[in-house]
């Protein structure tokens, strides 16, 4: 009967006898069977027809291969944890701050007047046009707003609908509209708020303004000591 290679006879029997264990328990067990079973196979082998060295030194290398692969994943796991214990402490240092951060949606309550800030890619363009979306979509609010000669401008919302009726407390989405000289003009949008606490409910952090959550990678500007 031929031999079975060492390393396939581990990866066959090595889903019995530790589910339980470790990583690295489990690790330095199937270290120990695969030269246990090895060593088996060498010396179970037909005399007669005995296996070419060859396969022995292909299984050695399959082996040494994977697991350095176990150790890569170990030591990618590490820093993995790692930085997101520095990302949560840096997210906690924001508590307290304001921050302009990227997003195109305002959150209203009961008495606020919400704003945004803009720039469009063409400081030659003079004025923009921002509409005010609710949660199905429909424009509820239009209004022309000036840009600077930078090309930057902020937009404040007075809560209400065209009609001048205060809308429900909620998120509303807000476009920004620019016209050049040969056509349309892109638009990045801000929001700025203050930060009131941290979530980490996601597996990473999140900062709290109001009832929006900004990833770390949003925020452009901190303010405040």
């Known amino acids: 009967m031929a031999a079975v290679g060492a390393l396939d006879a581990l990866r066959a029997g090595g889903a019995t006898g530790f589910e339980g264990a470790s990583d690295t328990r489990k690790a330095s067990i199937e270290k120990e069977q695969f030269l246990k079973l090895l060593v088996a196979q060498i010396g179970n082998q037909d005399p007669l027809n005995p296996q070419d060295s060859d396969q022995y030194m292909q299984q050695l290398t399959q082996f040494s291969t994977l697991e350095q ?24 240092r924001f508590v307290g701050k304001e921050v302009l951060a990227t997003g195109s949606d305002l959150s209203l309550d009961e008495s606020n007047q919400p704003s945004m800030n803009f720039a469009v890619s063409d400081p030659s363009v003079e004025k923009v046009t921002v509409n ?35 809308m ?11 016209e050049g000289e040969n056509g349309a003009v892109g638009v990045d949008t801000y929001v700025r708020g203050t930060v009131t606490g941290v979530r980490f409910d996601q597996g990473y ?8 959550r900004l990833k770390l990678s949003d925020v452009l500007e901190v303010s405040g000591e």
């Open 69 to 92: 692969l176990m150790n890569l994943n170990r030591g990618v796991d590490t820093l993995a944890v790692g930085q997101l214990s520095a990302n949560s402490q840096s997210a906690i």
């Open 132 to 166: 005010v979306r609710d949660d199905s979509g429909e424009v509820i609010y239009t209004q022309e707003v000036t840009v600077a000669a930078n090309g930057r401008g902020e937009f404040t919302w007075n809560g209400t609908d065209m009609n001048g009726r205060r």
């Open 168 to 178: 429900v407390p909620g998120r509303y989405k807000v476009e920004v509209e620019a």
């Open 205 to 212: 952090p999140e900062l709290m303004v109001g009832d929006r």
